[in-house]
């Protein structure tokens, strides 16, 4: 989203009503790139600016700097020279601002603290009527439930099916290893180049050459991995097997 304001003096602003609170934390987040700018721009240009009617936060973009309008803490930097993911972070007394995942503004303690305003919302880009900006927006998030993001399971893997040319089970001494972090591995074993919807092996620990039990029966053999939350990795699976 491309946003101009550049000789209008007026504002080209955006604004969500949330259920922001201080006291159990919030999250806000945008991907932007800064563009043309006036010369003396008032605090309100260009921000990302959340509050609960008891806390706010004023976070504003300029082209040579991020700041926090209120507690007049700032991160210098060239904020027109790509995208970048500037991240604000609070909860109770305590906000932080991190830029491309690291943490570059750190107010603890001086949550700046709004009693005349009442609203839960969250506005961004250019409240101010006279200073004007331009910028692009490749998106903006929100999270009221804390302020940390929750993790998102990344599901599940299956192997492509395995043909062990055994007529009967996947052999005496067969093993399985894989590199990875947060993986637990299930295999499938089958008569028939069908997948059954149960595994014979479930729960594997994360090791290197784990046998595979007799439980797992049959010529045919998948493996499935469990990856759990967004910190796990995968990489580097190896199925040793005897053909008989």
């Known amino acids: 989203l491309h946003v101009s304001t550049m000789g209008k003096d007026d504002k080209g602003s955006f604004e969500r009503k949330t259920n922001f609170s201080h006291t159990t934390g919030w999250v806000t987040?945008?991907?932007?790139?800064?563009?043309?700018?006036?010369?003396?721009p008032s605090w309100k240009i260009r921000n990302l600016n959340p509050y609960d009617g008891v806390k706010e936060l004023i976070c504003t973009i300029r082209n040579d700097k991020i700041s926090e309008f209120i507690s007049?803490?700032?991160?210098?930097?060239?904020?027109?020279?790509?995208?970048?993911?500037?991240?604000?972070?609070?909860?109770?007394?305590?906000?932080?601002?991190?830029i491309d995942g690291t943490l570059r503004i750190d107010g603890t303690g001086v949550m700046p603290k709004i009693p005349s305003i009442t609203e839960n919302s969250f506005r961004w880009n250019d409240i101010a009527g006279t200073a004007d900006s331009e910028s692009s927006w490749d998106y903006v998030r929100y999270y009221e439930g804390g302020d940390k993001l929750p993790k998102k399971p990344k599901g599940g893997y299956i192997s492509q099916m395995i043909d062990t040319t055994g007529s009967n089970n996947v052999g005496t001494g067969a093993t399985i290893s894989w590199n990875g972090i947060g993986v637990a591995t299930d295999l499938y074993a089958s008569a028939s180049p069908i997948k059954p919807d149960v595994?014979?092996?479930?729960?594997?620990?994360?090791?290197?050459?784990?046998?595979?039990?007799?439980?797992?029966?049959?010529?045919?053999?998948?493996?499935?991995?469990?990856?759990g939350n967004s910190d796990a990795t995968l990489a580097d699976i190896t199925a040793n097997y005897c053909s008989y």
Do not use: Q
């Not at 991907?31 to 006036?38: C, D, L, N, P």
């Open 72 to 98: 007049k803490l700032e991160y210098k930097m060239d904020t027109t020279d790509d995208f970048h993911v500037y991240r604000i972070a609070a909860k109770g007394n305590d906000f932080k601002v991190y």
């Open 199 to 227: 595994p014979c092996a479930t729960g594997l620990a994360n090791n290197a050459g784990v046998s595979i039990p007799n439980t797992c029966s049959g010529r045919y053999l998948w493996l499935g991995a469990n990856l």
């Open 29 to 40: 987040e945008g991907r932007v790139k800064g563009g043309a700018i006036e010369a003396d």
